[in-house]
Structure formats: C-alpha cells, structure tokens
C-alpha cells in the first residue's frame, strides 16, 4: 500500500460489493409474457453481453461461496443458465463441476427427478457417477422462482448420496416463496 494512503476499511468493500450487485442488477433483462402470459421473465443472459458485469458477477458468486459456503467441495449447475456460472466458481475455486440436466439428455446410469415450476412440469437427472458419496456440494443456479428445480435437484443429490450444503442463486422473486422449499442455506444476489 502506498505510504499515507488511508487502509480500505469495511465500509469501502461493502459499498464496492453493492456497486458490483447494482451493475448485476441493471444487466438483468425483463420480458413480460414470456414464456406465457402473465409471467414476468428476468433473463440473466443479458448479463454475458456485458463483460464489467458479467466480471462483477464472478467476483461477487466467489466470494459468496468463500464467505458463506466455505466448505464447499464441489459445485452442481442447474440446467441450461447455472451451467453459466457454476464452471466459472468451480473453476476459480479449483473444485469439480457437474451438471445436472434436463431429462434425456445425460448419457450412462442416471438418477431422474420430477417437479413442477411456475410455468409447467419437468424432470432433472444426474450421471451417478459424478456424484461422490458424502460430497459437500453447492448448487447454483441463474434464478429461484417457485423452488421447484432447486428442491428437485437437491432431493436428486441426497438420493445419490451427495449432501447439499447450500444453494446459489443470482435472482430470487421474493412473492412466489421458492426459498420455504429449499432445505439448506439459500443465498441470491438479486432479490425482487
Ligand atoms: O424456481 P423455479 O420455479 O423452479 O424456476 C427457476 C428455474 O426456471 C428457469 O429455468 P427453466 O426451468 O425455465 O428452464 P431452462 O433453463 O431450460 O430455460 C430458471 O433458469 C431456473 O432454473
Ligand atoms: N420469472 C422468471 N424469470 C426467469 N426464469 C424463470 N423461471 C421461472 N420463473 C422465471
């Protein structure tokens, strides 16, 4: 540090960190009436089109996963958005990935569960192979809405044997009550 400048002090980091979570915020597409009607969807993609954002992103998922989920052994990415930014924590966390799946779409033996979400029904799977007995795994995703992909994908790893340990979320839609459904720690970024 230079001589006689002043150390940063918490209240330096915390007013980057909101700076970082406002950009995040700012970068999140909405697109009423998609998929259908009456539903408002915030698309998280938008944010890749931005790289300060989608840097910002990175560091504030990290150090969330440093300072909350510090025992993390391995990330599991949801199907299509939290394969966006589980490999990209993984990889800075030097820690193995895996992702779990749409149904039919994972090759080898897999474990299959079924759940329903705010627009429609659908099943996630997991190669059992990719999950190691005890494992303590964070599971990410793009969005929680109504908690059904999480919740699913949560039982899909106790059946293979895993232990989730928390869950990570860019966006969270406070009214639809996902987060009663989810039986770990939850932490999301962006709330609405
Ligand atoms: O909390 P929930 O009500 O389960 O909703 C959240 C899920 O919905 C969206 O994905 P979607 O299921 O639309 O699938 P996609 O990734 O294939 O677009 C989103 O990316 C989450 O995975
Ligand atoms: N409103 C929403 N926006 C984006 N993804 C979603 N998944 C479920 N509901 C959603």
């Known amino acids: 540090m230079l001589r006689g400048a002043a150390a940063p002090t918490a209240t330096d980091e915390q007013k980057k960190e909101l700076e970082k979570i406002e950009l995040i915020k700012k970068n999140i597409g909405l697109y009423p009436d998609f998929p259908k009607a009456g539903v408002l969807f915030r698309d998280t993609c938008t944010i890749l089109r931005q790289p300060n954002a989608f840097q910002a992103l990175k560091e504030v998922l990290v150090q969330c996963v440093r300072v909350h989920f510090v025992e993390t052994e391995c990330i599991g990415g949801l199907d ?18 895996i992702p779990i799946r749409k149904r039919g779409k994972l090759p080898g033996k897999v474990t299959t569960e079924e759940y329903t979400k705010e627009y ?12 190691t007995a005890g494992a303590k795994i964070l599971l990410v995703d793009d969005l929680l809405a109504t908690g059904g992909s999480l919740q699913a994908s949560c039982n899909l790893i106790e059946k293979c044997y895993g232990e989730v340990i928390g869950c990570l979320v860019i966006a969270e839609i406070e009214n639809l009550h996902g987060r009663a459904q989810i039986p770990v720690p939850l932490h999301s970024i962006v709330k609405y």
């Open 80 to 97: 299509a958005r939290g394969f966006l930014i589980g490999p990209i924590i993984a990889l800075e966390l030097r820690i193995p990935f």
């Open 120 to 131: 429609g029904k659908d099943a996630v799977e997991i190669q059992d192979e990719s999950v």
